[in-house]
């Protein structure tokens, strides 16, 4: 069982940065690529970026590509998610996730097993 808490959303102005962690409980937290997700009101959840488990090994939508990094520290249990450059369709809850993704599949939020309960992140224009 893993339990995952995200910290770190907020308000900020459009051309602002945020970054987000997520804090995982658990010896295995290496052992999983880590995920994250945004959900903006009436929207399906959408795929951000995911790291494998050694870290060696980024995705990203192409939405936030070039302004978004995902980086994790196994000795801490955390992954991070530094968002810069900031637009107001940047405006959703961001949710933290763990799972295998042995298919590869990483944009798939049904590869991900465990969940954070989500950070509101608002951007203004």
């Known amino acids: 069982q893993v ?3 995200e910290s770190g959303g907020g308000l900020v102005q459009a051309g602002g940065s945020l970054r987000l962690s997520c804090a995982a409980s658990g010896r295995t937290f290496s052992s999983y690529v880590m995920g994250w997700f945004r959900q903006a009101p009436g929207k399906e959840r959408e795929f951000v970026a ?9 995705y990203y939508a192409d939405s936030v590509k ?3 990094t ?5 000795a801490k249990n955390t992954v991070y998610l530094q968002m810069n450059s900031l637009k107001p369709e940047d405006t959703a809850v961001y949710y933290c996730a763990a799972g295998s993704v042995y ?9 991900y097993i465990y969940w954070g309960q989500g950070t ?6």
């Open 70 to 74: 995902i980086s994790r520290d196994n």
């Open 50 to 58: 995911a790291i494998s488990r050694s870290g060696g090994n980024t």
């Open 3 to 5: 339990q995952l808490v």
């Open 120 to 125: 509101q992140v608002t951007v203004s224009s």
């Open 66 to 68: 070039g302004r978004f």
């Open 103 to 111: 298919t590869g599949n990483y944009y798939q939020s049904s590869e």
